[in-house]
């Protein structure tokens, strides 16, 4: 009986050197490529969390020098985060945080720098919409109509569609083209929600310009030649 057991064990020996000499150089790479994308996947990952913890250290520095009124600490920091975390969103917040501080400090030029920069490298949409729309509105401070134009015929998510036929009016009235801004109002108008307050907004446009956004009514065009908020003429 013994010996029995030991044939059947022998045999079951020689199947599993047999199955080891087919398939074990297979078996052998296959858990090596396992192995060796879970380590990437970790240090990936490790990578990704000290990427946005420096990130995140350097937008305070941001934040601080913005803060503080100090241009020349915020070039410095900004500039950094653009150069070495120009990926993240904290970058795109922080050009657009610095943007603004440029724009209160006179510095026009940097504030467009800081706009464009996010309009045209942030990897997110939403970033991008709001760089444009800020961009617009200070090419339209310096008169720069159709250069704000350019930057709202750009491809907007959804969302932001209403804000930008809304820009687009504010920036018809003040080229004198009446009825341009109306359809453009008109279109703001019907995208927005009907609880959003900025539709209530555009609603005191349209009425100062003679239109009745809920009948669909122009006034005769005396009344259509009203001036709205922001009219230059």
Request: no cysteine; aromatic share 10%.
């Amino acid at each position: 009986m013994a010996k029995q057991l030991d044939l059947e064990e022998q045999e079951q020996l020689d199947e599993l050197k047999h199955f080891w000499k087919t398939y074990g150089n297979l078996i052998t790479w296959a858990l090596i490529a396992v192995l060796g994308a879970f380590a990437a996947w970790n240090g990936y990952q490790y990578w990704q969390r000290t990427q946005a913890l420096q990130a995140a250290a350097l937008f305070d520095e941001v934040d601080r020098s913005a803060a503080a009124g100090d241009l020349g600490r915020l070039n410095r920091s900004l500039a950094d985060m653009k150069d070495k975390f120009g990926g993240t969103t904290y970058a795109q917040q922080a050009a657009l945080l610095a943007a603004k501080v440029y724009f209160e400090a006179d510095k026009a030029d940097a504030a467009k720098d800081a706009l464009l920069w996010v309009s045209e490298k942030a990897s997110d949409e939403g970033y991008q919409a709001v760089a444009r729309l800020r961009l617009a509105g200070l090419m339209v401070s310096q008169k720069a109509y159709d250069d704000a134009l350019k930057q709202l015929d750009a491809k907007f998510p959804k969302d932001f569609e209403p804000l930008v036929f809304d820009r687009k009016g504010d920036i018809a009235i003040l080229q004198g083209k009446t009825p341009e801004a109306i359809a453009n109002y008109e279109k703001a108008y019907k995208l927005f929600g009907e609880r959003a307050e900025y539709r209530r907004l555009v609603e005191v446009k349209l009425n100062a310009l003679g239109v009745d956004p809920l009948a669909g009514v122009v006034a005769p065009t005396n009344a259509a030649a009203a001036s709205v908020p922001g009219d230059k003429k």
